[in-house]
């Protein structure tokens, strides 16, 4: 069974930037049709699907400037940026929070309705709480539908279809539950597919027990690369300091500013990096692995009306069974300080930068492909960033819809696909997918995680073309599992572009996510650059390296200064 | 005699009304990993893939749902 | 339910919507919105507000969140006297999420309904809509018997930023019997730089409950009043620490000298946190006389701290320079 539907703008991926794409792209042009396609159900689907409990990089006039803030990231990520896109987002940022509070999103205001902007970090100002965050779904589902965004749910889309001459035409899926074929004809389509989110295997051994939400596998990375787009930074890795086996995040910026912390076993601060950056993890990781470690939430010195505040705010958004797991473990936010660790490893520009590389229009290198959010490579970019270049996305593919034809569906691409997709249906015997996933995962975690070794990497490719050879093995008994062996094989690419971007960075940068052993250095003579990963025209992985376009702000002497100081204990300033 | 595995999200069959025809908690789970039971009509964990995100219970109209934490982590 | 709306639906949702059985009707609900648009499925909704199962009743409120269109909004105010509880909750929850400034009048006309629960609602919906013709009713509902009803009447107000209310918010602040309403009174001054506000918030900033003094250490700041330097100084010896954070915090805004030696003297607290805002405070005041205090943090150990105070002296050191 095969079903075709043809629409101007495809959207896949209905989380975050997704959902703000479709509309904006209605909104530009209420002429055309725009399809929101979504693995699970778009009413709670993606990173935010229980909501959020903050914005951390809000730009918002009074408290931070687009420049500042543009200064600010170019450091937090030792300089690898394309500053066009973080103006992009910095100057659209606080349109975007007004806009969403008139649809009822809900920021924290003070008693007088203004945003109670928080200052967390040294320099800058840029935290906004969000303590009744948890209907940002509703909020949006409800615009979806006033916006007459065709929504279908429960699609696994695998592959976009390109025409002769390269430009977008589609893409193809199938139905998780029907197993129904799905051939979409588009003008346009925007990836927001999210991050790459089942890369390494969490500590606990459980495949679904990840930071990210365990829907996100990595399905866009995979799509962009095999449409031949250019992928950026897939090397400087996501990892995030975290609760530990609950790995789900402890919410510094929730707690932050009302006064808990990262304390190390003696209950001090340890962390000298002002951003939550690579550097931090740096920190986060030798602490961990130190005399004074392990790590641990403090917040059991605050006032009784503060911690039941923190309570709700954390057990009620986000990752709302934080509060269970507590109670199984009968830890108290009263009395105890909570155990944290470090994540295991994904892809993710909302928290580092690895990407689909995207300019600031949100266009990749394919004509007629956009993307959004957490797999577009904007750094830092977190939720907001992520309603920002939806909306980029949204209305750059509305305006190219204008001017484009519906490209022509290439019937061998479909026909391979649909073999390639529901051959795990057909064989009789084989491995189930669970097992090549778990395989998968441990040895990412064996080879990739960091610090990372030239050698280890090695050996980790070569295991990685042997699980190739195993995915031609893997059995499905219904479209359920057809979705979780289709999965396997974007995360088994988002592993090979993350071991080959690191090998090729024959440096260390970004700290903890970019840490190579044997080149411990940062060169910045050689690799100020961006490292691009592609699909070559003989079908295997090529990398070369992108030149960094000129700052349109210079980080000034003085704010290098301060950061270098943020991050350098005292008894090592040089006098 | 048989055993049955104890999953994260338990179901409570009094208060379930997915036999008359409701299917919030299925729909909103991301993994997807809720089924109705035909032997019983109710909701069901058919695929041990659970997020302990909570949509299932959050969004139940009748509150029948309790997602505990998973053994592995807890 | 009126046939002739239910001409117009799919088959099965119509029939399911006028099932003998109360849960189904409610499931019908549920997904009246996934199948048909937002507009047509309000007047299915609406007249469920009139169903005879208090289940479909809240499913009908609940599913009104937001949607504001007078006929909408007559409903929800209705269900708040529903004889269900959970659906006057869910009603009000509903009512507060609407953002169609046209419908404040319709709210307006029941601002002195005889339930509180439904003044309250009113005006919990009312804050948002900023509406200059909520001012006369929020006054008079400052004086209501009810807390929840003064605490909501109180941010109406607050947001509206109206100097009308001023004596009247002052009056609260200083005499309220309810904690929370005097705290939020002491933050809805937080727009005027008025002499009138002043001896109201010197007062709240010695209040029994530490919240309300927080509240009032945080607004001296947002005002920038030099008045209450001396205050927020005496503030620095608060028995919260937290108050005196916020204290600290405030005059680093206000970055006057007067203050320089007090916050000295909290950079020894045994509250890193505190150390933590007086050391930015310091920095932002950049005074010279705060230099030797500010070296011995320079190795304190927690790292906040000590990054505080080395940006705190290197502006004091620039400054000399």
């Known amino acids: 069974m095969t079903q075709v539907t043809t ?6 991926g209905g989380g975050t930037a997704g959902p703000m794409a479709a509309i904006k792209a209605r909104q530009k042009n209420p002429n055309l049709k725009v399809m929101l396609l979504e693995k699970a159900n778009v009413k709670r689907s993606g990173a935010i699907s229980m909501g959020m409990d903050g914005l951390n990089n809000a730009v918002i006039p009074g408290y931070a400037t687009p420049e500042q803030y543009v200064r600010e990231i170019t450091v937090a990520n030792d300089g690898i940026v394309n500053q066009k896109t ?10 975007m929070i007004e806009e969403l509070d008139s649809w009822g999103v809900k920021f924290e205001k003070d008693e007088n309705g203004d945003y109670a902007v928080r200052k967390v970090h040294h320099v800058g100002t840029y935290v906004l709480p969000m303590p009744e965050g948890h209907d940002v779904k509703k909020v949006l589902y409800r615009k979806l539908k006033q916006n007459r965004v065709i929504i279908t749910n429960r699609l696994v889309a695998t592959r976009i279809l390109l025409d002769g001459e390269g430009k977008v035409a589609g893409a193809l899926s199938f139905d998780c539950r029907s197993g129904e074929y799905n051939v979409i004809r588009a003008k346009a389509v925007i990836l927001s597919t999210g991050a790459a989110g089942r890369l390494g295997l969490p500590a606990s051994g459980y495949l679904f027990g990840t930071y990210e939400n365990p829907t996100n596998a990595g399905d866009g990375y995979s799509m962009a690369y095999h449409a031949g787009a250019e992928l950026s930074g897939i090397e400087c890795f996501q990892i995030n300091p975290l609760i530990k086996d609950y790995n789900g995040p402890a919410c510094a910026y929730v707690t932050g500013p009302m006064g ?31 005399g004074k470690g392990p790590v641990f939430l403090k917040v059991n010195h605050l006032a009784e009306e503060t911690i039941t505040n923190i309570e709700t705010i954390l057990h009620g958004n986000e990752r709302p069974s934080r509060g269970r797991f507590h109670e199984g473990r009968g830890t108290d936010y009263r009395k105890d300080m909570v155990e944290m660790h470090i994540s295991e490893i994904g892809l993710c520009s909302g928290h580092s930068a690895s990407g689909v590389w995207v300019n600031e229009r949100a266009e990749t290198t394919v004509p007629g492909l956009y993307a959004a959010g957490d797999l577009a490579c904007v750094p830092h970019n977190y939720m907001l960033g992520a309603f920002v270049y939806g909306r980029l996305a949204g209305e750059s593919a509305a305006e190219y819809c204008a001017a484009t034809q519906l490209g022509e569906v290439d019937e061998v691409q479909v026909e391979a696909e649909r073999q390639r997709i529901f051959a795990p249906l057909a064989r009789e015997h084989g491995l189930p997918p669970s097992q090549v996933e ?7 975690n064996d080879y990739l995680q960091p610090p990372k070794v030239t050698k280890r990497m090695e050996i980790g490719l070569a295991r990685f073309e042997e ?5 031609q ?9 057809l979705m979780r062996a289709a999965e396997v094989r974007f995360i088994l690419d988002c592993a090979e572009m993350a071991a080959r971007a690191s090998l090729f960075r024959t440096e260390s940068r970004w700290g903890l996510y970019h840490q190579r052993q044997d080149y411990p250095e940062q060169v910045n003579d050689e690799w100020r650059v961006h490292v691009q990963v592609k699909k070559g025209a003989d079908g295997r992985m090529t990398l070369f390296k992108r030149a960094l376009e000129p700052y349109l702000v210079e980080p000034q002497e003085a704010e290098k200064f301060i950061y270098q100081h943020l991050r350098i204990r005292p008894e090592t300033v040089p006098e | 005699m048989t055993h049955t595995i104890d999953f994260p999200v338990k179901v409570n069959l009094e208060s379930c009304i997915a036999d008359k025809g409701c299917t919030v908690c299925i729909d909103v789970c991301p993994l997807d990993v809720l089924a109705i039971d035909p032997a019983t009509g109710k909701a069901t964990m058919k695929y041990d893939e659970c997020w302990y995100c909570l949509p299932c219970e959050k969004d139940c109209p009748t509150q029948a749902i309790r997602v505990d934490i998973p053994y592995l982590l807890r | 339910m009126n046939t002739e709306l239910l001409s117009l639906l799919p088959l099965p949702l119509a029939t399911r919507l006028i099932d003998a059985d109360a849960t189904v009707r409610r499931i019908a609900l549920i997904d009246l919105l996934d199948e048909i648009d937002p507009e047509e499925a309000e007047s299915y909704l609406v007249s469920a507000l009139a169903d005879p199962a208090a289940e479909v009743r809240l499913e009908a409120a609940r599913q009104l969140e937001a949607q504001d269109s007078p006929e909408v909004v007559t409903g929800l105010l209705g269900a708040l006297q529903d004889e269900a509880r959970e659906v006057r909750e869910a009603a009000a929850l509903s009512l507060s999420a609407v953002k169609n400034a046209a419908i404040g009048t319709l ?3 029941h601002a002195t309904h005889s339930d509180a629960e439904v003044r309250t609602a009113i005006f919990r919906a009312l804050r948002e809509l900023r509406l200059p013709a909520a001012e006369a009713p929020a006054i008079y509902a400052l004086a209501d018997t009810h807390a929840s009803v003064r605490r909501e009447a109180v941010a109406v107000l607050g947001w509206l930023k109206t100097s009308a209310a001023l004596p009247q918010l002052v009056a609260l602040a200083g005499s309220d019997s309810d904690a929370e309403v005097r705290r939020a009174a002491i933050g809805a001054l937080g727009f005027a730089s008025d002499a009138a506000t002043l001896p109201a918030l010197e007062k ?15 607004v001296a700041g947002k005002l920038g009043l030099r008045e209450l330097v001396p205050a927020l100084i005496a503030a620095l010896q608060d028995s919260f620490w937290q108050v005196r954070l916020k204290a600290a915090r405030s005059l680093g805004r206000l970055k006057d000298d007067r203050a320089v030696t007090p916050l000295v003297e909290s950079l020894t607290h045994t509250m890193s946190n505190l150390r933590k805002e007086v050391a930015l405070a310091l920095g932002e005041i950049a005074n010279p006389a705060a230099a030797a205090g500010l070296e011995v943090v320079l190795d304190d150990p927690d790292t906040d701290v000590r990054k505080a105070a080395r940006l705190a002296y290197g502006r004091i050191a620039s400054q000399l320079n």
């Open chain 1, 7 to 12: 629409v101007d703008v495809l959207v896949i």
């Open chain 1, 86 to 95: 973080l103006f992009a987002y910095a100057n659209n940022s606080y349109a």
């Open chain 1, 260 to 290: 808990g912390y990262t304390a190390n076993a003696k209950g001090e601060r340890f962390i000298e990096s002002d951003y939550w950056s690579g550097q931090m993890m740096q920190e986060f990781y030798e602490e961990l692995a130190g």
């Open chain 1, 438 to 444: 778990y395989k998968l995962r441990r040895l990412v």
């Open chain 1, 467 to 471: 699980i190739r050879a195993d995915i």
């Open chain 1, 473 to 481: 093995n893997i059995v499905a008994s219904n479209p359920h599992e």
């Open chain 3, 107 to 109: 709210l307006l006309q």
């Open chain 3, 204 to 218: 709240a900033l010695t209040d029994t409950d530490w919240l309300v003094r927080e509240e009032a250490a945080t």
